[in-house]
Structure formats: C-alpha cells, structure tokens
Nanobody, 117 residues
Framework: QVQLVESGGGLVQAGDSLRLSCAAS????????MGWYRQAPGKERELVAY???????NYADSVKGRYTISRDNANNTVYLQIDSLKPEDTAVFYC???????????WGKGTPVTVSS
C-alpha cells in the first residue's frame, strides 16, 4: 500500500504564488509517476501535471507557464509550484502516484486552494 499526504493549500489572493507538497510513503516502486489533479467546484477532476521518476514532465495546456512540477525522489515527495494565481485556480488539488509495473494508482485526500480576487 501507498499513502499520500498533501499540504500547502489554503486561501490566497490573486497574483500570489503557492507551493503544494505531497509526501508518499509505503511500498513505492522506484519506477513511478507522481502528479496532481484538480477539481474545481461543480467541475470534473482534471489532470494538471505529472512527473516520472526519471524526471519527465507533462502539463495540461491550461496550466503551462504558471505551474511547475518537481520531485524529490529521495524523499518520495512531489511539489507543485503555482504562480500568478487566478480565481479560476480555485480547486481541491489531489496528489497521485502511479505504478506502471502493476497499473496501481494511489490518491491523496486532497488539499483545497481558494484564490480570492
């Protein structure tokens, strides 16, 4: 089993920056992907970004240029830096870890981000 704990969310103002963190623990394979989804009020959950254990990154088109994903493999932690926050970034952000070797996907409980205008 894998446990994921997110942190860093909160209430911020438009234009601010925020860094979300997600620490994974448990039975983690060395080859994996970690990333973030977000779910805005009244909308479906959408993929924001992910990063492989090898360092390859992928972003949703809607966040390119303002979101930066990174990871610390030694500590099984993934980060999401969000700059120039906008009210439309308001969402619950969920961390995930994917094991390609067995197809298992694990989720955190989410951390809310609220951006006031």
């Amino acid at each position: 089993q894998v446990q994921l704990v997110e942190s860093g969310g909160g209430l911020v103002q438009a234009g601010d920056s925020l860094r979300l963190s997600c620490a994974a623990s448990g039975s983690i394979f060395s080859v994996n992907s970690m990333g973030w989804y977000r779910q805005a009020p009244g909308k479906e959950r959408e993929l924001v970004a992910y990063i492989t254990s090898g360092g390859s990154t992928n972003y949703a088109d809607s966040v390119k240029g303002r979101y930066t994903i990174s990871r610390d493999n030694a500590n099984n932690t993934v980060y999401l830096q969000i700059d120039s926050l906008k009210p439309e970034d308001t969402a619950v952000f969920y961390c995930f870890l994917y094991h390609p070797i067995d197809g298992m996907n694990y989720w955190g409980k989410g951390t809310p981000v609220t951006v006031s205008s």
